[in-house]
Every structure is written in structure tokens, then in C-alpha cells.
């Protein structure tokens, strides 16, 4: 709750190309340096200016990683506290719990730039740029988590079900409920499962606050954080 705090409340909106978007990839590149990761910041070309990924792999780590990411912009006006520091927040403290295992080894951690539709058009910058340069063996994108609901299990429906299969999986043998579906390119794992990746998107569904200037820290739920991050690190165990 203290990530969605500072970049929902202290930071608020942060569109891809604006001053409070590099103020928050700062912050998250800090809080992962912190933590004894490598960490970089890659610029990212969008049709109007410029966004940047924060990336983050444990030193001396090799092979191919399992790659967990969230999307870090807003839109505009929007502090975006579910839509999506709820996302960012629980992939910083998965990185905490795995710093320095040799689980952690296996994982490569995103907050990527540029998800949300852009001036000048287009959307899923910073996932349609690392897919077109890295080969994660599956990705999982943890975007809108915050809310006390089910956790939906979404894919496009085109590529390898296999990371989707194993998300469902690991939420029974922890008794969290959770539900498959089959939507439209509206996240970051997209790119990814187009490019032959197995990828999926966690979700906790639609709220009358997306995309609002109301979409603040009260919207989300610590409960809900705490059950993102319970079934990630399972599933991230069951791949490493």
C-alpha cells in the first residue's frame, strides 16, 4: 500500500511522456536498486515524444527469465491507484520477496511506459518495444488488481495457453478463486503472446473509477495486494 500511496497520492497522474512519469519510473528504479537489483531505465520512441521501461534483473543471472510486468503510466487526470499502481506495487514486493533466491534469478520485473492509448495515437509502448527485443519463456502482465473480487485470468486467445493453465492452476492449490477469459489486446501481455510468448493478464475487473480523476488510493484494497502476490509467487515457483 505505501507504492500505490506514493505514485497514486504523492506522484498522482503520470501520463507516458510527462515530468511525473520519470518522477515515478525514478521511484521504482530506487525502491528495485534497493533491493540489490541491476536495473535500467530504456527509453522508449512513442508516436509523440518519448517514454521510458524500468527493467530489473538479479546480477549474474542467465537463460531465458519468466517476465513479470505492469504498466506504470496514467492517463490523463487520472491518479490511476488500481488502474495501475495496484500492479506496480505488487511486482516491486514480489521482487522484494525474491531478492537474492534463486527464484529471483529466474525473473525479470517490468513497469512499463506507454500502456494507455497516446497523443498521436497508439498504445502498449513500452511492452511492443521490450517484445520486439526480448524472448521472456512466459509473461505474465498484473494490471487492475485492487479491487476485492475474483481474479480474472485473461489471454488473447491466440497464442500458447501454457502460462494461463499454470496461473489457474497455482490460484486452486492456494484457495484463491479465479476465472478464465478470453479478451481483446487491453493490456501489456499482449505484444508478448502475439510474438509466441505464453502470456496471460491478471485482472480484477472493470470499476466505475478507471480512467477517473477518482481512481484513488482509497479504491484499492490491501487484501486484494496481499492475494496478487500470494498466487504470483506460487506460479513463479511452478516456472523456475
Not at 56 to 62: F, H, K, V
Not at 202 to 230: F, I, K, Q, S
Request: zero cysteines; a positive charge.
Amino acid at each position: 500500500m505505501d507504492h500505490v500511496r506514493k505514485l497514486a497520492g504523492d506522484i498522482g497522474p503520470r501520463t507516458a511522456p510527462s515530468k511525473a512519469y520519470r518522477r515515478a519510473a525514478r521511484y521504482v528504479r530506487g525502491e528495485l536498486r534497493e533491493m540489490g537489483y541491476r536495473v535500467t531505465m530504456d527509453a522508449v520512441p512513442m508516436a509523440v515524444g518519448r517514454t521510458w521501461n524500468v527493467s530489473a534483473r538479479w546480477p549474474g543471472a542467465t537463460g531465458r527469465p519468466v517476465l513479470l510486468g505492469a504498466h506504470l503510466d496514467t492517463v490523463e487526470g487520472s491518479p490511476g491507484a488500481n488502474d495501475n499502481a495496484s500492479g506496480v506495487a505488487v511486482i516491486l514486493e514480489v521482487a522484494r520477496s525474491v531478492a537474492g533466491t534463486a527464484l529471483g534469478e529466474e525473473i525479470r520485473f517490468v513497469a512499463f511506459g506507454g500502456e494507455e492509448v497516446q497523443p498521436g495515437g497508439g498504445h502498449h509502448y513500452g511492452s511492443l518495444y521490450d517484445a520486439a527485443r526480448s524472448r521472456p519463456r512466459a509473461m505474465v502482465s498484473v494490471d487492475m488488481i485492487g479491487l476485492d473480487r475474483d481474479i480474472i485470468v485473461a489471454w488473447l486467445g491466440t497464442g500458447s495457453r501454457r502460462t494461463v493453465k499454470l496461473l489457474l492452476r497455482s490460484a486452486r492449490e492456494i484457495g484463491i478463486e479465479a476465472r478464465e477469459r478470453v479478451l481483446p489486446d487491453v493490456s501489456d501481455h499482449g505484444p508478448y503472446e502475439r510474438a509466441g510468448v505464453p502470456s496471460g493478464f491478471l485482472w480484477t475487473g472493470d470499476e466505475p473509477n478507471h480512467h477517473e480523476p477518482t481512481d484513488v488510493v482509497t479504491n484499492v484494497r490491501r487484501g486484494a495486494l496481499a492475494r496478487m502476490g500470494r498466487l504470483l509467487l506460487r506460479f513463479l515457483s511452478r516456472n523456475a
